[in-house]
């Protein structure tokens, strides 16, 4: 099923799972407000579309935000209304994690770093979506939220990233029930390992619960970008409420 002229808003959209899964969403037929810390890399990923970029460009906008920012998610979904007057999708991709050292090392100012990006940007995104979709005509939308494995199961020194991955899924599961009687569906995709820049250094080796350090492996991005489309193009009275795409032989079934 194709988007039908459908609106998305994809957040940290300059690289990864985010870059991959707006350009996706972009040649399935859908208008797209690629969102994300940086205008440069948000432009990269325009670019990346290559000879389309021209007939994509009229369907894409890219607002730099700062999704732990109240006042530049407001911006961001003003700008995604008026250029495209509705939304039907969220995409809330954005993120960052910590170092990875003992839990007692890392600083407040990381702790926070990775709370505004992770879990109140995913909140204050949410919170604009609902407003907008509730009110819009035919009323309803869906949004997905980009949890992880480690919403589950964590890493070693992770504690950040893992209790805001963990928050996440709180959420999704609060979004689902609460957005239901504004037709708002709610999903959770959790990634394992999608080859980004994000995960490089897991093929030259990263520590395991064993302390040990070992390579894992990866697999192609553009599987993420396409279950995200899949996802997006369901009937509103359909819903995956979580899924789990990931390396088949990743340490995750017995990580510990």
């Not at 997905?144 to 964590?154: D, L, Q, R, V, W």
Request: hydrophobic letters at 40%; aromatic letters at 6%.
């Amino acid at each position: 099923m194709k988007s039908l002229g459908r609106v998305a808003i994809v957040t940290g959209a300059g690289s990864g799972v985010g870059r991959a899964s707006a350009l996706a969403l972009l040649r399935d037929g859908y208008s797209v407000a690629l969102a994300g810390r940086r205008a440069e890399t948000l432009e990269a990923t325009l670019t990346e579309a290559g000879a389309d970029a021209g007939e994509l460009r009229e369907r894409a906008i890219a607002v730099p935000a700062d999704v732990g920012s109240p006042e530049s998610v407001r911006e961001l979904f003003g700008r995604t209304m008026a250029a495209f007057g509705r939304l039907d999708v969220l995409f809330n991709n954005a993120g960052s994690g910590s170092p990875p050292v003992n839990m007692e090392d890392l600083t407040f100012e990381q702790w926070q770093s990775v709370v505004n990006a992770n879990l109140t940007g995913t909140f204050l995104c949410t919170q604009e979506a609902i407003r907008i979709m509730k009110a819009q005509e035919p009323m309803g939308g869906r949004i997905i939220n980009n949890g992880s494995i480690s919403a589950y199961a964590p890493r070693p020194n992770s504690a950040p990233y893992t209790a805001t991955k963990h928050g996440v899924m709180g959420l999704t599961k609060s979004t689902s029930l609460d957005g239901r009687k504004y037709n708002i569906a709610c999903s959770q995709i959790d990634i394992g390992n999608a080859a980004t820049d994000m995960t490089a250094a897991m093929e030259r080796g990263i520590i395991q619960p064993t302390g040990d350090t070992r390579p894992e492996p990866r697999f192609d991005v553009a599987h993420v970008a396409e279950t995200v489309v899949y996802i997006a193009n369901l009937p509103l009275d359909t819903n995956v409420q979580f899924m789990t795409i990931m390396a088949t032989k990743m340490p995750f079934i017995g990580r510990g």
